[in-house]
């Protein structure tokens, strides 16, 4: 099966490259992989990479083919750096993701790297440009817009600019690492020592201030202007290397104004570039530097350590153990990897951590100061480490800053709704940080909780991952709930004080666990001193688009009150996604039709049956609309993914040229205005100066430029796509071919999605119920618990 990866997603597996955690070893790129026939390097004209159902983001539908180098869920493509139209994924210093698009491959589905459609979105280092670039560079995440949702193709937002500019006190890890480089190359210690040393004990450290918060960027920035001069120079390079000269505009881009000195001077740094992979990378060195250009050479094991910790982070990492990113390295050729690694910490390429090793479930910890105590080496990026080091700190300081108030408190919760919501309110009177979970019922709980802040005359708000979370959030009981994405912009919610915080005494995030660890961090840098901050979401759904696990791993750290709710989703199909939320599939009754099983036997026939039930079955046995219905699928490639699926529901509901872009009015579309931000649309008109679309009564013109990487057919999606969006139907397609990419947590959220009425149109025989029992998420490498656990005294 042709699978679609999405950045953050559990069961992506990358058609090629190393092991990354959880990931299948692939076969070994050398040198001489991916040149074509006489010598040239295997890049396809436009800067394709040729992968089969790669990452698809953005991509209009006479571009999406199975070649297309998208991901499932419009996630970041797989091996791209640059930014992506799409969910789930990011880019300028050290941006924090607004989001990601994506989607990203979700964890059970065969979904390709890419983060278009608001998933995931992946780290890039720059956007694509040129409209005949590869898909997967168009798709492919940029500056991480930490927004909410779903960042779009590489455009900074909110959060874009809340990366430490260059020069700014290094944290106390960062000066660690410089001093033990230092060391190394002074000879006082040999590199191998830091890979067998246990952790000395940390100093307690005080929550460190709030940082000023950073100036709100647009959401959609215009692409930088190239010098006709400098492209020029770079398509001189590309072309002596063989490459397409449709990549000069991406290779401008990511490189900057001395691009083509640098590509002349290391030919690897073509790696930065959006869906540009290894193989490819290799046979361009190869073109121009002849027999130099050697497996071994210290600039190519420089960009492939780049390279795959960008790659590990569209599967949600932000680090990774030291002995999965010497094997990836020994995979791609390089001679001797552990010497390649210490030169990337030299460079400054890569960063250190070592972090001890929790005792196993009734092993007794280390005895004695003597005894040693187990740890492991853990690599990232700079990016990475400095937004989850910021976030731990940030929550360290909301938990010590806020100022008790149980006497008022107590009042309302007293007046509480329900029990569950005056828990709540409780825990929120004690406690400056605190953690809720619970169903789509359990959402009127935070509602009450703003209600009751507000009664007392504090600044509450409540924010939603999606608009149309916002909007379940309002019929939930706050009329005045914004996104994640508003917030931080400042287009929605209570704006800035003149600190440039946040004006906001409490706080509650709903959808936590699509918070991706940027967006975490621009969000709680923004909070002002003595917040209350409440991170609620239901723990059982897909992870975020983007890097990172915050809300399971604040859970973990046991650094806060954790409220658990009470309240059970109603109806057949909420005991249904209730009951996989713990590993058990019933078949609930269901007098009305609200849960429907369509069995098939092959994809062909499920997309036939997914059709006639959308187009027909549905709005004539239970009266909801087509458009009212939202197919879900594991990935985008493959006869019954999201790009089959779209054709054959355009086809029946909405014929069509596709004259503007591959669109004609009325056609249903995945809008990412972010990476990791899918926003459900339609297609009203085709202007001058671009596509105009009703995005739940909203009126939206994007840019015909950015019209390919920021819109893509809507009818199908992938469940990482959906997350944080309801429908009052939804129809979730488990093809034969999808049957061991499917995990608990995508069924839980695929099948959640529906408001009434569940349609599944099932071919995987017994790999379902087999999914649910016992194939849990895929684990992601993170620091934010223990980094947590080592500021934060335990919660009661």
């Given at each position: 099966?042709?699978?679609?990866?999405?950045?953050?997603d559990p069961?992506?597996?990358?058609?090629?490259?190393?092991?990354?955690?959880?990931?299948?070893?692939?076969?070994?790129?050398?040198?001489?992989?991916?040149t074509?026939?006489?010598?040239?390097?295997?890049?396809?004209?436009?800067?394709s990479?040729?992968?089969?159902d790669?990452?698809?983001?953005?991509?209009?539908?006479?571009?999406?083919?199975?070649?297309?180098?998208?991901?499932?869920?419009?996630?970041?493509?797989?091996?791209?750096?640059?930014?992506?139209?799409?969910?789930?994924?990011?880019?300028?210093?050290?941006s924090?993701?607004?989001?990601p698009a994506?989607?990203?491959?979700?964890?059970?589905?065969?979904?390709a790297?890419?983060?278009?459609?608001?998933?995931p979105?992946?780290?890039?280092?720059?956007?694509?440009g040129?409209?005949?670039?590869?898909?997967?560079a168009?798709?492919?995440?940029?500056?991480?817009?930490?927004?909410?949702?779903?960042?779009?193709?590489?455009?900074?937002?909110?959060q874009?600019?809340?990366?430490?500019?260059?020069?700014?006190?290094?944290?106390?890890?960062?000066?660690?690492?410089?001093?033990a480089?230092?060391?190394?190359?002074?000879?006082?210690?040999a590199?191998?020592?830091?890979?067998?040393?246990?952790?000395?004990?940390?100093?307690?450290?005080?929550?460190?201030?709030?940082?000023?918060?950073?100036?709100?960027?647009?959401?959609?920035?215009?692409?930088?202007?190239?010098?006709?001069?400098?492209?020029?120079?770079?398509?001189?390079?590309?072309?002596?290397?063989?490459?397409?000269?449709?990549l000069a505009?991406?290779?401008?881009?990511?490189?900057?104004?001395?691009?083509?000195?640098?590509?002349?001077?290391?030919?690897?740094?073509?790696?930065?570039?959006?869906?540009?992979?290894?193989?490819?990378?290799?046979?361009?060195?190869?073109?121009?530097?002849?027999?130099?250009?050697?497996?071994?050479?210290?600039?190519?094991?420089?960009?492939?350590?780049?390279?795959?910790?960008?790659?590990?982070?569209?599967?949600?990492h932000?680090?990774?153990?030291?002995p999965?990113?010497?094997?990836?390295?020994?995979?791609?050729?390089?001679?001797?990897?552990?010497?390649?690694?210490?030169?990337?910490?030299?460079?400054?390429?890569?960063?250190?951590?070592?972090?001890?090793?929790?005792?196993?479930?009734?092993?007794?910890?280390?005895?004695?100061?003597?005894?040693?105590?187990?740890?492991?080496?853990?690599?990232?990026?700079?990016?990475?480490?400095?937004?989850?080091?910021?976030?731990?700190?940030?929550?360290?300081?909301?938990?010590?800053?806020?100022?008790?108030?149980?006497?008022?408190?107590?009042?309302?919760?007293?007046?509480?709704?329900?029990?569950?919501?005056?828990?709540?309110?409780?825990?929120?009177?004690?406690?400056?940080?605190?953690?809720?979970?619970?169903?789509?019922?359990?959402?009127?709980?935070?509602?009450?909780?703003?209600?009751?802040?507000?009664?007392?005359?504090?600044?509450?708000?409540?924010?939603?991952?999606?608009e149309?979370?916002?909007?379940?959030?309002?019929?939930?009981?706050?009329?005045?709930?914004?996104?994640?994405?508003?917030?931080?912009?400042?287009?929605?919610?209570?704006?800035?004080?003149?600190?440039?915080?946040?004006?906001?005494d409490?706080?509650?995030?709903?959808d936590?666990?699509?918070?991706?660890?940027?967006?975490?961090?621009?969000l709680?840098?923004?909070?002002?001193?003595?917040?209350?901050?409440?991170?609620?979401?239901?723990?059982?759904?897909?992870?975020?688009?983007?890097?990172?696990?915050?809300?399971?791993?604040?859970?973990?750290?046991?650094?806060?009150?954790?409220?658990?709710?009470?309240?059970?989703?109603?109806?057949?199909?909420?005991?249904?996604?209730?009951?996989?939320?713990?590993?058990?599939?019933?078949?609930?009754?269901?007098?009305?039709?609200?849960?429907?099983?369509?069995?098939?036997?092959?994809?062909?026939?499920?997309?036939?049956?997914?059709?006639?039930?959308?187009?027909?079955?549905?709005?004539?046995?239970?009266?909801?609309?087509?458009?009212?219905?939202?197919?879900?699928?594991?990935?985008?490639?493959?006869?019954?993914?999201?790009?089959?699926?779209?054709?054959?529901?355009?086809?029946?509901?909405?014929?069509?040229?596709?004259?503007?872009?591959?669109?004609?009015?009325?056609d249903?579309?995945?809008?990412?205005?972010?990476?990791?931000?899918?926003?459900?649309g339609?297609?009203?008109?085709?202007?001058?100066?671009?596509?105009?679309?009703?995005?739940?009564?909203?009126?939206?013109?994007?840019p015909?430029?950015?019209?390919?990487?920021?819109?893509?057919?809507?009818?199908?999606?992938?469940?990482h796509?959906?997350?944080?969006?309801?429908?009052?139907?939804?129809?979730?397609?488990?093809?034969?071919?999808?049957?061991r990419?499917?995990?608990?947590?995508?069924?839980?959220?695929?099948?959640?999605?529906?408001?009434?009425?569940?349609?599944?149109?099932?071919?995987?025989?017994?790999?379902?119920?087999?999914?649910?029992?016992?194939?849990?998420?895929?684990?992601?490498?993170?620091?934010?618990?223990?980094?947590?656990?080592a500021?934060?005294?335990p919660?009661?």
């Amino acid at each position: 099966m042709n699978t679609d990866r999405h950045p953050g997603d559990p069961a992506a597996e990358p058609p090629e490259g190393p092991a990354l955690p959880g990931e299948k070893p692939a076969a070994e790129a050398s040198v001489k992989a991916g040149t074509a026939p006489g010598g040239e390097p295997a890049i396809a004209p436009g800067g394709s990479t040729g992968e089969p159902d790669a990452p698809e983001t953005g991509s209009s539908p006479a571009e999406a083919s199975p070649e297309a180098a998208t991901a499932p869920d419009g996630e970041p493509a797989v091996a791209s750096r640059g930014s992506t139209g799409e969910p789930d994924a990011q880019q300028a210093a050290r941006s924090v993701p607004s989001s990601p698009a994506a989607e990203g491959a979700d964890a059970a589905s065969a979904e390709a790297a890419t983060a278009p459609d608001g998933e995931p979105a992946t780290p890039s280092r720059g956007s694509a440009g040129p409209s005949d670039a590869p898909e997967a560079a168009r798709n492919a995440p940029g500056p991480r817009a930490a927004s909410g949702e779903e960042p779009a193709g590489g455009e900074p937002d909110a959060q874009s600019e809340a990366r430490p500019a260059a020069g700014a006190p290094k944290s106390a890890v960062a000066e660690a690492l410089a001093a033990a480089v230092r060391a190394v190359e002074s000879g006082e210690r040999a590199a191998a020592s830091f890979f067998t040393e246990a952790p000395r004990a940390a100093p307690a450290r005080k929550a460190a201030p709030r940082r000023a918060a950073p100036a709100p960027a647009p959401a959609a920035a215009a692409a930088p202007r190239i010098d006709a001069e400098g492209l020029t120079g770079v398509r001189q390079v590309l072309g002596a290397g063989g490459a397409p000269e449709s990549l000069a505009v991406p290779v401008a881009e990511a490189l900057g104004e001395q691009a083509a000195e640098a590509l002349q001077e290391d030919p690897w740094r073509l790696l930065a570039v959006p869906g540009v992979r290894p193989e490819q990378a290799d046979g361009f060195a190869r073109a121009l530097l002849g027999a130099e250009a050697g497996p071994g050479d210290e600039r190519r094991a420089q960009a492939l350590t780049g390279w795959l910790l960008e790659r590990a982070a569209l599967e949600g990492h932000t680090v990774l153990e030291a002995p999965a990113l010497t094997a990836a390295l020994t995979q791609h050729a390089v001679p001797d990897p552990d010497e390649a690694l210490q030169a990337a910490i030299a460079e400054g390429t890569v960063l250190v951590f070592q972090e001890a090793v929790e005792p196993a479930p009734g092993s007794a910890p280390p005895q004695g100061e003597d005894e040693e105590v187990p740890v492991r080496l853990l690599l990232g990026l700079d990016r990475y480490a400095m937004a989850e080091e910021s976030l731990a700190d940030g929550l360290a300081r909301l938990i010590s800053t806020f100022t008790a108030g149980e006497a008022e408190w107590e009042r309302a919760a007293a007046e509480a709704p329900t029990p569950s919501a005056a828990e709540l309110i409780r825990a929120a009177a004690a406690a400056g940080l605190v953690t809720h979970s619970g169903g789509e019922a359990a959402r009127a709980e935070p509602a009450a909780l703003v209600a009751a802040a507000r009664s007392l005359g504090l600044r509450a708000c409540a924010a939603a991952h999606t608009e149309d979370g916002r909007r379940r959030l309002a019929a939930a009981g706050d009329p005045e709930a914004v996104t994640v994405a508003g917030l931080l912009s400042g287009a929605e919610g209570p704006g800035r004080d003149e600190d440039g915080a946040l004006a906001l005494d409490v706080l509650a995030v709903l959808d936590a666990p699509q918070l991706d660890v940027e967006t975490a961090a621009v969000l709680v840098e923004s909070l002002p001193d003595g917040t209350r901050l409440v991170l609620s979401g239901d723990p059982a759904v897909l992870w975020s688009a983007g890097p990172g696990r915050v809300f399971a791993d604040v859970v973990a750290a046991r650094a806060c009150p954790a409220v658990v709710s009470r309240t059970p989703d109603e109806g057949p199909v909420g005991e249904l996604v209730s009951g996989i939320g713990v590993g058990e599939l019933t078949q609930p009754a269901a007098p009305d039709k609200e849960v429907v099983i369509v069995p098939v036997r092959d994809p062909g026939e499920a997309v036939h049956r997914t059709v006639q039930l959308v187009a027909d079955s549905i709005p004539r046995a239970l009266g909801v609309p087509a458009e009212q219905t939202q197919v879900i699928t594991p990935g985008h490639g493959g006869p019954a993914g999201t790009r089959a699926l779209n054709a054959a529901l355009k086809e029946r509901l909405n014929p069509g040229p596709g004259r503007f872009g591959g669109f004609d009015p009325g056609d249903r579309v995945a809008y990412v205005p972010a990476p990791g931000r899918m926003v459900p649309g339609t297609v009203t008109a085709a202007e001058p100066e671009g596509l105009r679309l009703d995005c739940g009564g909203s009126s939206v013109l994007v840019p015909r430029e950015r019209v390919a990487e920021m819109v893509r057919p809507g009818w199908a999606v992938t469940a990482h796509q959906a997350a944080g969006t309801r429908w009052p139907a939804a129809v979730v397609v488990l093809p034969g071919d999808a049957a061991r990419t499917l995990t608990r947590s995508w069924v839980y959220t695929a099948f959640g999605r529906a408001e009434q009425h569940l349609s599944v149109v099932h071919g995987v025989d017994q790999a379902l119920p087999r999914a649910v029992a016992e194939v849990p998420a895929k684990e992601r490498t993170t620091r934010l618990r223990a980094l947590l656990r080592a500021q934060v005294r335990p919660a009661e």
